[in-house]
């Protein structure tokens, strides 16, 4: 599976990491397990460096407003998104659905940097 994460508790921190083509089903499976573990308010890593979308527009964009659904649901916690340079235009529109959410959130091209700054966010 090219999506693989982890759900600290303690660190209140969900880290999520893509390597190859993620589906539409993938990631609807990450998003059911933030929301079984009740993670909505941790902080969130997103590495997709060496991932890319493996679905249609009309599929990243039912996945943002799925995302954004949550919202409504109680506080969210930070998201560091790191992209690669070529997938930014393809995921600009569910950037922007997740940009309304009332939460840091900042894209990263690189890991490190994505790293660090979500470790300096309140947990």
Known sequence: ???HWTIDS???LVTATADGGVT??????????VGGAGAHGYRKLFDGAHGEPDMKPHDIL?????????????????????VPG????????VLGILAAAKR????FREV????KWIA???A
Do not use: C, W, Y
């Open 1 to 3: 599976m090219p999506l």
């Open 10 to 12: 303690t660190e209140k």
């Open 24 to 33: 539409r089903a993938e990631f609807e499976a990450f998003l059911d397990a």
């Open 62 to 82: 039912a996945l943002g407003v799925r995302m954004r659904a949550t919202h409504a649901e109680g506080p969210i916690g930070a998201l560091a998104a790191v």
């Open 86 to 93: 070529n997938m930014a235009d393809e995921l600009n529109r």
């Open 104 to 107: 840091p959130m900042r894209v």
């Open 112 to 115: 490190g940097p994505a790293r």
């Open 120 to 122: 300096s966010q309140p």
